[in-house]
């Protein structure tokens, strides 16, 4: 009778279970959210009076488990909080140190254990002790089942009652897979809402962008009927309505010139799936024809089939007549003999016109993968050209061409920067000189051959007359003594011309001997001023000398040195009118010494800064300023041969100039 009535209870208890588990089941197949099915599990349980239940869940890093619901009573927890010091919250277990919980979770076991047992693992004795009789949970046996998810552990479920044999573990494992599968359902309907609400958004952004559209949209069918339009695509063919346009066939907005290449590329546009650019000429309502780009794509269905088209089209009627105007603006360069060139910041050619390319050997093609700096192969192109044009916008100068074959070119360039689309470009403008060049040659080893042959006979004439004036031949005439003062000067003048002319001659071929010393520059400069200031005084032209006390030591060729600076001084002299003032500056910076000479006279047209350091150049200036135009360029020699550099500014006409020249304080390089 007692094994019968045991077997009657066993029965009951397993009924009991069972319908315990199909009503938890029930509740929460109903819930969609991860956190809610917890907790109405855990609601479930309180309702039973009879079991509890605390479902734990997995750290991120696997190693432990948190409490996330639990069906014991609140007070109850309140008590295991304050004995242990822990929040529910924010308590952990370390799965190292359960071996309970340790095999439910990675051994997927499901154990039958006291619930004494298990909290003795998780706190110090007595007070895991304490803790069990206070809970009541000294004889309680419970049942701790894994939790799954997609067939992946999450955690684990621990059932316990005062009423819970072994034979109850396989309904326990049945509540565990219950919650399991109402977990993957709930995940796999907030997959599918936040699929729906993507699908929503991404349908709304596409409105969205389908009606703000500037470019015209159109939506066909496989034959070409339009099904939808955008605002945009009224407005290109001068429509108010989409019932004007929904209904009718593309080609009717096409010009008939085009009708057959557009039936065409529908064809191509099925094949590929997608064409751009396409060009067109379409017709507006009104008739007006304009031309439009076209790109264009296949719409399928879920299946993959094709079920239409989306068009995109654009008003390309400005780039159209852009095109045109470069067209006739490249035409316009090839048509002029000089080479037009543009580069961008880096030196990388990105336009030339036919005379550039035809001049120097090379295909279009060729050159526009060239950069300047492999094109130019001037001395110094790289860095003070490119530098001067940077910082002032414009840059005139001479340079040498490479031609394909090697020979060179001499050129004369006129460049510039421009500012196109945020971008700084170089506009080139180069001529060819070469013809130029050789009649300088040619009037170079003319003025040598005539300079040698001049300054014989001068040397002559000047120490005749020379000797005559110290009366040494007898008594000289007042009226002829004043006749010979006069040949004398014109022919220190005439010497003077000739030296500076041979000088150039010397320089251009690096045969100028320099003299070169430890220098006190300082002597240089105090003796230019003593030397000038007469002439300044009679022209009643103010004079400001300006620089360091110091010796200002370099190595230098102190008579030459001596006529660069006077030949700045005279020039700028000349070039000032009566009244007006002269400055001679000298700045002792790191390496070199800056010396400026700078003036308030008629100033230097632009045109006129690629010629001023040539001789006898052909500088406009006031017809009672005489001079041969050598004294610059002599300048400019001497001053590269101690290896510096002399240049010159002015803001324009009737502003003034500045000459400015540097000095190394060692021994230049170019010095000889």
């Given at each position: 009778?007692?094994?019968?009535?045991?077997?009657?209870?066993?029965?009951?208890?397993?009924?009991?279970?069972?319908?315990?588990?199909?009503?938890?089941?029930?509740?929460?197949?109903?819930?969609?959210?991860?956190?809610?099915?917890?907790?109405?599990?855990?609601?479930?349980?309180?309702?039973?009076?009879?079991?509890?239940?605390?479902?734990?869940?997995?750290?991120?890093?696997?190693?432990?488990?948190?409490?996330?619901?639990?069906?014991?009573?609140?007070?109850?927890?309140?008590?295991?909080?304050?004995?242990?010091?822990?929040?529910?919250?924010?308590?952990?277990?370390?799965?190292?140190?359960?071996?309970?919980?340790?095999?439910?979770?990675?051994?997927?076991?499901?154990?039958?254990?006291?619930?004494?047992?298990?909290?003795?693992?998780?706190?110090?004795?007595?007070?895991?002790?304490?803790?069990?009789?206070?809970?009541?949970?000294?004889?309680?046996?419970?049942?701790?089942?894994?939790?799954?998810?997609?067939?992946?552990?999450?955690?684990?479920?621990?059932?316990?009652?005062?009423?819970?044999?072994?034979?109850?573990?396989?309904?326990?494992?049945?509540?565990?897979?219950?919650?399991?599968?109402?977990?993957?359902?709930?995940?796999?309907?907030?997959?599918?809402?936040?699929?729906?609400?993507?699908?929503?958004?991404?349908?709304?952004?596409?409105?969205?962008?389908?009606?703000?559209?500037?470019?015209?949209?159109?939506?066909?069918?496989?034959?070409?009927?339009?099904?939808?339009?955008?605002?945009?695509?009224?407005?290109?063919?001068?429509?108010?309505?989409?019932?004007?346009?929904?209904?009718?066939?593309?080609?009717?907005?096409?010009?008939?010139?085009?009708?057959?290449?557009?039936?065409?590329?529908?064809?191509?546009?099925?094949?590929?799936?997608?064409?751009?650019?396409?060009?067109?000429?379409?017709?507006?309502?009104?008739?007006?024809?304009?031309?439009?780009?076209?790109?264009?794509?296949?719409?399928?269905?879920?299946?993959?089939?094709?079920?239409?088209?989306?068009?995109?089209?654009?008003?390309?009627?400005?780039?159209?007549?852009?095109?045109?105007?470069?067209?006739?603006?490249?035409?316009?360069?090839?048509?002029?003999?000089?080479?037009?060139?543009?580069?961008?910041?880096?030196?990388?050619?990105?336009?030339?016109?036919?005379?550039?390319?035809?001049?120097?050997?090379?295909?279009?093609?060729?050159?526009?993968?060239?950069?300047?700096?492999?094109?130019?192969?001037?001395?110094?192109?790289?860095?003070?050209?490119?530098?001067?044009?940077?910082?002032?916008?414009?840059?005139?100068?001479?340079?040498?061409?490479?031609?394909?074959?090697?020979?060179?070119?001499?050129?004369?360039?006129?460049?510039?920067?421009?500012?196109?689309?945020?971008?700084?470009?170089?506009?080139?403008?180069?001529?060819?000189?070469?013809?130029?060049?050789?009649?300088?040659?040619?009037?170079?080893?003319?003025?040598?051959?005539?300079?040698?042959?001049?300054?014989?006979?001068?040397?002559?004439?000047?120490?005749?007359v020379d000797y005559i004036l110290t009366g040494?031949?007898?008594?000289?005439?007042?009226?002829?003594?004043?006749?010979?003062?006069?040949?004398?000067?014109?022919?220190?003048?005439?010497?003077?011309?000739?030296?500076?002319?041979?000088?150039?001659?010397?320089?251009?071929?690096?045969?100028?001997?320099?003299?070169?010393?430890?220098?006190?520059?300082?002597?240089?400069?105090?003796?230019?001023?003593?030397?000038?200031?007469?002439?300044?005084?009679?022209?009643?032209?103010?004079?400001?000398?300006?620089?360091?006390?110091?010796?200002?030591?370099?190595?230098?060729?102190?008579?030459?040195?001596?006529?660069?600076?006077?030949?700045?001084?005279?020039?700028?002299?000349?070039?000032?009118?009566?009244?007006?003032?002269?400055?001679?500056?000298?700045?002792?910076?790191?390496?070199?010494?800056?010396?400026?000479?700078?003036?308030?006279?008629?100033?230097?047209?632009?045109?006129?800064?690629?010629?001023?350091?040539?001789?006898?150049?052909d500088i406009k200036k006031p017809a009672y300023?005489?001079?041969?135009?050598?004294?610059?360029?002599?300048?400019?020699?001497?001053?590269?041969?101690?290896?510096?550099?002399?240049?010159?500014?002015?803001?324009?006409?009737?502003?003034g100039s500045t000459f400015t020249f540097t000095?190394?304080?060692?021994?230049?390089?170019?010095?000889?």
């Amino acid at each position: 009778m007692e094994e019968r009535r045991q077997m009657d209870e066993q029965l009951r208890d397993l009924i009991e279970i069972m319908h315990f588990t199909e009503n938890v089941s029930a509740r929460i197949h109903r819930v969609s959210d991860e956190a809610q099915i917890y907790k109405a599990v855990k609601e479930e349980f309180a309702k039973s009076r009879r079991y509890n239940v605390t479902i734990f869940l997995l750290t991120d890093d696997g190693l432990r488990l948190r409490p996330v619901e639990t069906s014991i009573r609140p007070g109850m927890v309140r008590v295991a909080e304050k004995v242990t010091g822990f929040k529910k919250e924010s308590y952990t277990i370390d799965l190292n140190k359960s071996s309970i919980l340790g095999q439910v979770v990675r051994e997927g076991r499901t154990v039958q254990v006291k619930v004494s047992s298990a909290i003795g693992e998780l706190f110090p004795q007595p007070l895991a002790s304490l803790l069990a009789r206070l809970m009541g949970y000294e004889k309680t046996p419970c049942i701790v089942t894994p939790l799954k998810r997609q067939g992946n552990i999450i955690g684990a479920l621990m059932m316990s009652s005062t009423q819970l044999a072994e034979y109850l573990i396989p309904s326990v494992r049945n509540l565990a897979q219950h919650i399991s599968a109402a977990l993957e359902l709930a995940q796999e309907n907030a997959e599918h809402r936040r699929m729906e609400e993507a699908l929503r958004t991404s349908e709304a952004r596409l409105k969205n962008i389908f009606a703000a559209s500037p470019d015209s949209i159109t939506v066909s069918d496989l034959n070409g009927t339009i099904v939808d339009c955008n605002q945009a695509s009224l407005d290109l063919e001068g429509y108010s309505s989409k019932n004007e346009v929904v209904g009718r066939n593309s080609l009717e907005f096409i010009a008939r010139k085009d009708h057959s290449r557009a039936m065409e590329n529908m064809r191509k546009t099925l094949e590929q799936g997608i064409v751009k650019n396409l060009e067109y000429t379409l017709v507006t309502k009104d008739g007006r024809e304009f031309p439009a780009e076209l790109s264009a794509s296949v719409i399928r269905d879920a299946s993959g089939a094709a079920i239409g088209f989306v068009g995109i089209t654009k008003d390309i009627t400005e780039r159209k007549r852009a095109e045109e105007e470069l067209k006739l603006r490249a035409q316009l360069l090839d048509a002029v003999t000089d080479s037009v060139c543009v580069a961008d910041s880096n030196g990388d050619i990105i336009y030339v016109s036919e005379a550039a390319y035809r001049s120097r050997g090379y295909g279009k093609d060729e050159l526009l993968k060239m950069n300047l700096y492999e094109l130019n192969k001037s001395a110094g192109f790289e860095e003070a050209r490119i530098r001067e044009l940077f910082e002032k916008g414009e840059a005139t100068f001479e340079g040498v061409d490479v031609r394909k074959d090697k020979s060179i070119m001499p050129v004369e360039v006129h460049a510039r920067t421009i500012e196109t689309g945020g971008s700084k470009l170089v506009l080139a403008v180069a001529r060819d000189i070469t013809e130029r060049k050789k009649v300088e040659e040619m009037k170079d080893r003319f003025m040598s051959a005539a300079t040698h042959e001049l300054r014989t006979p001068l040397v002559s004439i000047k120490g005749y007359v020379d000797y005559i004036l110290t009366g040494k031949l007898g008594p000289v005439p007042e009226k002829a003594r004043s006749g010979l003062e006069v040949v004398k000067r014109n022919t220190d003048q005439l010497l003077r011309i000739t030296d500076d002319l041979l000088d150039i001659q010397r320089l251009a071929f690096g045969r100028l001997p320099l003299h070169l010393e430890p220098l006190r520059f300082r002597e240089v400069v105090d003796h230019c001023a003593s030397e000038i200031q007469p002439f300044l005084d009679e022209k009643k032209q103010g004079f400001h000398l300006e620089g360091p006390e110091g010796p200002l030591l370099i190595q230098g060729d102190r008579v030459r040195l001596s006529q660069v600076v006077m030949n700045l001084l005279s020039n700028a002299a000349k070039f000032t009118p009566q009244g007006g003032s002269i400055t001679l500056r000298v700045e002792d910076k790191e390496d070199t010494l800056q010396i400026q000479v700078c003036d308030t006279g008629i100033g230097i047209r632009k045109e006129d800064f690629v010629r001023i350091f040539q001789p006898f150049a052909d500088i406009k200036k006031p017809a009672y300023i005489k001079g041969t135009g050598l004294g610059l360029s002599v300048a400019k020699g001497l001053v590269e041969a101690h290896g510096g550099r002399l240049w010159a500014h002015s803001d324009g006409e009737g502003r003034g100039s500045t000459f400015t020249f540097t000095l190394p304080k060692a021994a230049g390089k170019g010095a000889n």
